[in-house]
């Protein structure tokens, strides 16, 4: 299920979402539709869309170069798995297997280990001589997967794992691009005191275009458009949107 919340900054939306919900923040995925910086003669805020269901790609806590940092403060510590990549329960067997056997029938065999596991949360990696093919265009092919083998981590009876899925250190390489996507588009923005429309991104990608452009005092986020695929666009603070 999905729920809009605002608040004045991203903080207090999620505090709010997590009071009305009932919920522990880790219990739900949140997604930036907006930001909007204090001014002269207006109020900032935040506005943010909270899905209580497992999908599997973003959270608001979650980076992929945090990945394998400890989490003390939540009560327990990260388990890297440098030297550990075989499967170490049945769960882990399961999902590498049904990863290996779905790439197989797409005829692009490949090698599935473990990547990383965390509380809630475990990382598969492929290794395929057609990578290229199982990323797709922006990432779509692999997100396709990865949708995928959160359906199936369900049906296994485990709702409350997320499942990453990764190949050829794709998310990183992605996550790292995007960052510099969004400081280019900013400077553009703040040259030119217009806006610029990005391309269709996925949950994740847009919440990173928004949080690495959320201390810039004069440039500003929104997302567009309806779908999973939406699209963000970057603007100068004050300019009149239609």
Same mark, same amino acid.
Do not use: C
């Given at each position: 299920?999905?729920?809009?919340?605002?608040?004045?900054?991203?903080?207090?939306?999620?505090?709010?979402?997590?009071?009305? %919900?009932?919920?522990?923040?880790?219990?739900?995925?949140?997604?930036?539709?907006?930001?909007?910086?204090?001014?002269?003669?207006?109020?900032?805020?935040?506005?943010?869309?909270?899905?209580?269901?497992?999908?599997?790609?973003?959270?608001?806590?979650?980076?992929?170069?945090?990945?394998?940092?400890?989490?003390?403060?939540?009560?327990?510590?990260?388990?890297?798995?440098?030297?550990?990549?075989?499967?170490?329960?049945?769960?882990?067997?399961?999902?590498?297997?049904?990863?290996?056997? %779905?790439?197989?029938?797409?005829?692009?065999?490949?090698?599935?280990?473990?990547?990383?596991?965390?509380?809630?949360? %475990?990382?598969?990696?492929?290794? /395929?001589?057609?990578?290229?093919?199982?990323?797709?265009?922006?990432?779509?092919?692999?997100?396709?997967?990865?949708?995928?083998?959160?359906?199936?981590?369900?049906?296994?009876?485990?709702?409350?794992?997320?499942?990453?899925?990764?190949?050829?250190?794709?998310?990183?390489?992605?996550?790292?691009?995007?960052?510099?996507?969004?400081?280019?588009?900013?400077?553009?923005?703040?040259? /030119?005191?217009?806006?610029?429309?990005?391309?269709?991104?996925?949950?994740?990608?847009?919440? %990173?275009?928004?949080?690495?452009?959320?201390?810039?005092?004069?440039?500003?986020?929104?997302?567009?458009?309806?779908?999973?695929?939406?699209?963000?666009?970057?603007?100068?603070?004050?300019?009149?949107?239609?």
């Amino acid at each position: 299920m999905e729920f809009e919340f605002e608040g004045k900054t991203e903080k207090e939306a999620i505090d709010r979402a997590a009071e009305e %919900l009932g919920l522990e923040k880790d219990d739900f995925d949140v997604e930036i539709l907006e930001t909007q910086k204090t001014g002269l003669f207006k109020k900032g805020y935040v506005r943010i869309r909270v899905h209580t269901g497992n999908t599997g790609g973003f959270h608001n806590k979650t980076r992929s170069d945090n990945f394998n940092r400890s989490n003390s403060d939540k009560g327990f510590v990260n388990k890297t798995v440098f030297g550990e990549p075989a499967p170490q329960d049945e769960f882990e067997q399961k999902m590498a297997d049904f990863t290996s056997g %779905l790439i197989d029938r797409m005829g692009y065999p490949g090698k599935v280990t473990i990547l990383f596991r965390e509380k809630s949360k %475990l990382g598969l990696k492929i290794d /395929s001589g057609h990578s290229s093919i199982l990323i797709g265009k922006k990432g779509k092919n692999l997100d396709a997967l990865q949708l995928l083998l959160n359906i199936y981590a369900g049906r296994l009876g485990r709702e409350d794992t997320r499942v990453i899925l990764d190949t050829e250190n794709y998310r990183i390489r992605r996550e790292e691009s995007l960052v510099r996507l969004a400081y280019n588009v900013a400077e553009k923005v703040r040259e /030119s005191r217009g806006s610029v429309l990005l391309e269709p991104m996925n949950p994740f990608d847009r919440w %990173l275009i928004h949080t690495t452009l959320n201390d810039i005092n004069d440039v500003e986020t929104k997302s567009e458009g309806d779908g999973l695929y939406k699209q963000v666009r970057v603007f100068f603070r004050g300019l009149k949107q239609p």
